[in-house]
């Protein structure tokens, strides 16, 4: 079972960045699929959700500018985020059950 993340990057606020999670070895399916972020120093927060009947769910501060979304056939979940700012710079992990992507890292400044 493996979770490959990517498109993490470094934006300035108000940028967007999309990142993209891709899954192997498990019924994709039939999991809810997730989103977190950590700050060093700081425990991992969930930001967004997506379950097997495409239903999602998002934090507070979040909400309006992120997009969790995935497709099937190709396995992967993805997070359009948008009018990123300072504050949501953090490592970015996707989780489907007990596996754990990487982490992919997300820098926003000017």
């Known amino acids: 079972v493996r979770l490959v993340e990517s498109g993490g990057g470094s934006v300035q606020p108000g940028g967007s960045l999309r990142l993209s999670c891709t899954a192997s070895g498990l019924p994709f399916t039939t999991y809810q699929l997730n989103w977190w972020r950590q700050v060093p120093g700081q425990e991992r927060k969930l930001v967004a959700q997506i379950n097997t009947s495409g239903h999602t769910f998002y934090i507070q501060n979040v909400r309006g500018r992120f997009t969790v979304s995935k497709e099937n056939d190709k396995d992967t979940i993805y997070l359009q985020m948008t009018s990123l700012k300072p504050e949501d710079a953090a490592v970015y992990y996707c989780?489907?059950?007990?596996?754990w992507g990487q982490g992919t890292q997300v820098f926003v400044s000017s």
């Open positions: 989780n489907i059950g007990s596996t």
